[in-house]
Every structure is written in structure tokens, then in C-alpha cells.
């Protein structure tokens, strides 16, 4: 039985739902299909817990089960339908190795590289390489370079770029966090936080978690005192000065345990958005858009916000746009569906 929702456009006739492209955001945990239609229209996405550390048994035959459960029917439907894919599916733990390509980087620069996979039916699965940034303190990404290029061609974001000339700051909220400038349509720089993944380390493997009383609702003003602690005197410590309060204040009464998490929450992120100015050279008039979840990002942009950022916007999921975008411009797809 395949574990997945499924959406699709209603109200179409089979001749104009035709899919253009099958395309695959396959991460860590999780793989996302989009079957895409005419100009990148999404026909249908279905989800399945089948990221490249959730199969058995790895090699081959796990990946190629991972993908007949996402998208068989799509393939025996559309046989000829060109496949594309970003995202950890490309790592060394992944189905096949793509190598990182180096910043800057461009559209053209990335497509013109990607790292094909001959399935068992026959198929070509094309894998988007991951991006590199060399130097002292080297950074990486896999997935991320795909959303920003699906963001650049949006709208939004050509509208942004004609009423500005300073460069555009992405903002990726998650597990790791990535803050990615891009200028004339190319990615010149970007920077990671671990932000998510110690926020959930520190609540289920310290102490402070210890203190932490499971709440439904969000703790604005937890949140919010987390953000100013951040950003005070004692803030400037960094954040192994400052996290200990996460407890330390419950313990004193002056913070009641279910606030905590959203406090060491707040704290956490309110570190990682001041640290910008530093690291990216933003003032307040920077544009910043934020690609991801709507809760989380709506944190950032909160935290954006009471740092003095005035120029913030939150942008839908970019990845299938991105995946349409290079598969367009590697000429995956026939010029006559474009």
C-alpha cells in the first residue's frame, strides 16, 4: 500500500492534464513526486516516508522500489516522460553519487551537470548536483539550490529584482538553515545553521528538556523574550551563554515550563537572524524571502522583523518549480511542451 496524499488539478480533460515531466525532491527522510504538466503546472504531488535513510537494505533495488512506490503508474502511463530529481538522492548515501558543482554558480552552470541513473525499466533518472562553497569553513547544499532557482523564476521575485539592484538574501528555515544571496539570477554565496537539529537535540538529549512541558499552542511572548535575550548585553556571549537560561528561568519561576521551548525556540533563532548582519553584510533595507514551512517561517519573520529587517516576504514551495527550471534549461523536456 503506497503511503501518500495526493492532489491533483480537478476539472481537466485527460488531453490537457498530459505530463511534461516527472520530478522528485528526494531528501533524508522523506521523497516528494510532482507529475508536472504544460509550463511546469502541477498535475499531482504525493509524499511517501521513503528518504534515502528510511530504505532497507540500500543499493539498487531499494531506490528502484522507493521510486515504482512513488510513481509507477506515472511511469507506465507516460513512458516516455523524462525523469528529475534534487536533493540527498545525489549524495554519497544516496542512489548515485552527483558531485557538488562550485559557487557561484548559475541555472545554466548546474544543468549543464547532471548525473544520469539507467533504471531497471529503462528510464533515465537525472540527479541536480549539490552546490560547494570553498573556503576556510567549507559550506554544502543538496535541495536548497534547486528551491532558490524555482524561486527566482517566480514572479515575486522578478518583481523584487526590478524595483532593486542589491542583491536578493533566500532564506531556508529547517534543520539546517541555509541563507543563500543571489545576484542576477546566480547564486554568489550562502551560509548554513544548525539551528532546527540542536533546538531538537538540546530539548530531547540535555537537560533542559528536563524542565520543558509539552504545550499545543505557540508562546509568543516566550518566543518573543527569547529574541530580546538574544539580541541584549548578556546575548552578546553567543548561544552556549545564553541557552542555560532556557531552564535556569523556569527554575526561578520568571518562565513557566511550557513556555520553554518556545523561548529556547526564539533564542536560538533570534541568534542565527542577528548573526546576518556579520556574516551576509545585510543592513534593515535587505531583501530577504523565505522559502518553507509557514509556521517556522513565520517565526523567522517575527524574528526578522524585531532584528529591523523592514524588506521581508514569505514565498510558496519553490522546489517543482526548480526541478521544472533546470530540466527545462538541460533540455529534458521536448521544446514543443514548453
Known amino acids: 500500500m503506497r503511503e501518500y496524499g495526493c492532489e491533483s488539478t480537478p476539472g481537466q480533460a485527460a488531453s490537457e492534464r498530459k505530463t511534461h515531466l516527472i520530478a522528485l525532491d528526494w531528501g533524508t527522510s522523506s521523497l516528494r513526486a510532482y507529475r508536472l504538466g504544460e509550463g511546469g503546472q502541477v498535475l499531482e504531488t504525493r509524499e511517501l516516508a521513503r528518504g534515502i535513510m528510511q530504505l532497507e537494505g540500500g543499493g539498487d533495488e531499494a531506490f528502484e522500489h522507493a521510486l515504482e512506490e512513488a510513481c509507477s503508474d506515472w511511469l507506465s502511463d507516460e513512458p516516455s516522460d523524462p525523469l528529475i530529481a534534487c536533493g540527498m538522492i545525489g549524495s554519497a548515501q544516496g542512489w548515485r553519487e552527483a558531485p557538488y558543482i562550485q559557487s557561484p554558480v548559475t ?34 547544499m543538496r535541495g536548497e539550490e534547486t528551491q532558490v532557482f ?103 519561576g520568571d518562565l513557566a515550563g511550557q513556555g520553554q521551548a518556545d523561548y ?49 516576504n514569505l514565498a510558496p514551495q519553490a522546489t517543482a518549480a526548480g526541478l521544472w527550471q533546470i530540466a527545462k534549461q538541460a533540455a529534458l523536456i521536448d521544446r514543443r511542451d514548453l
Not at 297 to 302: A, E, G, H, K, V
Open 150 to 252: 524555482g524561486l527566482a523564476a517566480e514572479q515575486m521575485a522578478e518583481q523584487l529584482a526590478e524595483q532593486h539592484d542589491a542583491p536578493l538574501l533566500i532564506g531556508l528555515p529547517g534543520s539546517h538553515s541555509k541563507w543563500v544571496t543571489v545576484e542576477a539570477g546566480r547564486i554568489i554565496g550562502f551560509h548554513t545553521f544548525m539551528t532546527g537539529e540542536v533546538y531538537a537535540a538540546l530539548l530531547a538529549h540535555t537537560i533542559l528538556g528536563r524542565t520543558a512541558i509539552a504545550s499545543d499552542g505557540f508562546d509568543v511572548a516566550a518566543f518573543d523574550r527569547g529574541l530580546s535575550v538574544a539580541g541584549s548585553p548578556e546575548g552578546r556571549g553567543g548561544v552556549l551563554s545564553t541557552i542555560f537560561s532556557s531552564r535556569s528561568l523556569v527554575l526561578t
Open 264 to 312: 529556547l525556540s526564539g533564542l536560538l533563532i533570534g541568534h542565527e537572524v542577528r548573526a546576518l548582519a556579520t556574516l551576509c553584510q545585510t543592513t534593515p533595507e535587505q531583501r530577504i524571502v523565505l522559502i518553507g514551512n509557514s509556521s517556522l517561517c513565520d517565526r523567522y519573520l517575527r524574528a526578522l522583523k524585531h532584528c529591523g529587517y523592514r524588506t521581508t
Open 107 to 140: 541555472i545554466e552552470q548546474l544543468s549543464a551537470v547532471l548525473t544520469p541513473i539507467r533504471t531497471s525499466r529503462g528510464h533515465v533518472l537525472w540527479v541536480i548536483p549539490g552546490v560547494i562553497q570553498r573556503g576556510e569553513l567549507p559550506n554544502l
